[in-house]
Nanobody
Framework: QVQLVESGGGLVQAGGSLRLSCAAS???????MGWYRQAPGKQRELVAR???????IYADSAKGRFTISRDNAKSTVYLQMDSLKPEDTAVYYC??????????WGQGIQVTVTS
């Protein structure tokens, strides 16, 4: 059973920063990793993705403020979130897609940004 365990969420004021971590129970060497989020009453949406070769993509809302990175040796992916806004409030989910297209999700972690 593959496990993705998120940490680092919490409550922060607008303009502040948080760093989310996602620790995987498998090697992520050839695994594409990502962060998604879901706000109340809204669909889950992509925030950022980092491919196993190192390429990254970001949602328009995250560009310039969020940075996704990975440490394959630690099987961990990070999401550095700066200049947070109240509209960033959501449950953030870690996502992994393996080389044979198996998809795994973390349990989610709450991020709340107050104005």
């Amino acid at each position: 059973q593959v496990q993705l365990v998120e940490s680092g969420g919490g409550l922060v004021q607008a303009g502040g920063s948080l760093r989310l971590s996602c620790a995987a129970s498998i090697s992520i060497f050839r695994v594409n990793m990502g962060w998604y989020r879901q706000a109340p009453g809204k669909q889950r949406e992509l925030v950022a993705r980092i491919f196993w070769v190192g390429d990254t993509i970001y949602a328009d809302s995250a560009k310039g403020r969020f940075t996704i990175s990975r440490d394959n040796a630690k099987s961990t992916v990070y999401l550095q979130m700066d200049s947070l806004k109240p509209e960033d409030t959501a449950v953030y989910y870690c996502n992994a897609v393996t080389s044979n297209d198996y998809v795994y999700w973390g349990q989610g972690i709450q991020v709340t940004v107050t104005s």
